[in-house]
């Protein structure tokens, strides 16, 4: 029997039509129903028709990536299969969060959407975005940020893979990191179409006003343990969850280390749960030899159970 762990995808994962073919049983129906009735508009119209404009905004991408996730995670539950560990990039933490029993799907669903409305509102004021450096080592790009940074602020904070690493800052700090990097022989140093400098130190005054949500929120010890994003290590305490997700708004996603946690404990499947197959890619990045096979449709969680059991 494989050991299987499930991990769930984050903001950039969305597309328009997403969580169309789960929505059809009894539980997506249903999910659909109760995120519509605590957001206040159809998510679910939002995930299936667009506009896609409308669908990549923040306050409105985490909501759905989270609702289509945690369906899936639902429709998998059901079938009787439960992984030895779960993980989220990023936002995918909030979902990953639900499958490990330390949090509602009702509070998951208002946390991001709060989470997602705060962010949104940081672009007015937090001035800068995000860039993906390929083909460098994290230590590398992080030398890089140090000699930028009298340019601007400009951090490396998703550590996605050992070739692949995001920074984010302010715009002069991300060109001057951008310059830099391409000089050093980087295979694609890019800006992304994000609106913000997510998980900087720009992000901190969003960390304060979430504290209190957070604070407020019911978090259980996770029943199925959790690897965070800012420790990459086994989470099951309701505080540390909660101190975690509070430090990961403006602390750093260290995905690579996070699988290779997993892979150490002998996980040997993975399961992206949710739209996309942005983690499923990074995952061969990491480790080509480890099978890690995407989940959001009816079809693809038979193929997910046939794996588990060959």
């Given at each position: ?144 940020c140090r000699q930028a940074g009298g340019a601007g602020i400009v ?98 996603v260290r995905w690579t280390d996070s699988i290779q946690y997993m ?37 693809s969680i038979d193929s997910l159970i046939a794996a588990t059991q060959?």
């Amino acid at each position: 029997m494989s050991k299987l762990a499930f991990i769930f995808p984050g903001q950039g994962s969305q597309y328009v039509g997403m969580g169309k073919e789960i929505s059809g049983t009894e539980t997506g129906k249903r999910m659909f129903l109760r995120a519509d009735a605590i957001l206040g508009f159809s998510l679910s119209t939002l995930c299936f028709q667009g506009p896609e404009e409308e669908l990549k905004q923040t306050y409105n991408t985490q909501p759905a990536v989270l609702t289509v996730s945690v369906i899936a995670y639902e429709l998998l539950k059901a079938r009787g299969l439960k992984p030895e560990l779960v993980a989220g990039h990023s936002l995918g933490e909030y979902s990953a969060l639900v499958a490990s029993g330390a949090l509602s799907f009702e509070d998951a669903l208002r946390l991001v959407h709060i989470r997602g409305r705060l962010m949104h509102e940081a672009t007015k004021t937090a001035k800068g975005g995000m860039a993906a450096i390929v083909g460098l080592a994290a230590t590398e790009v992080e030398e890089i940020c140090r000699q930028a940074g009298g340019a601007g602020i400009v951090q490396a904070v998703n550590y996605n893979s050992p070739v692949q690493t995001v920074i984010s800052g302010e715009q002069a700090g991300l060109d001057k990191a951008i310059e830099i990097a391409q000089a050093r022989g980087a295979k694609r140093a890019l800006l992304l179409p994000v609106s913000a400098p997510f998980h900087s130190s720009l992000m901190d005054p969003v960390a304060e006003k979430f504290q209190p949500e957070l604070e407020a929120a019911e978090i259980k010890d996770a029943k199925i343990p959790v690897v965070a994003n800012i420790t990459a290590r086994p989470e099951t305490k309701a505080d540390e969850i909660r101190q975690n997700l509070i430090r990961q708004v403006n602390g750093p996603v260290r995905w690579t280390d996070s699988i290779q946690y997993m892979l150490s404990e002998g996980v040997d499947l993975l399961a992206e749960i949710g739209p996309g197959k942005v983690l499923t890619g990074l995952v061969k990045q990491i480790n080509r030899e480890v099978a890690c096979l995407p989940v959001e449709s009816p079809e693809s969680i038979d193929s997910l159970i046939a794996a588990t059991q060959s």
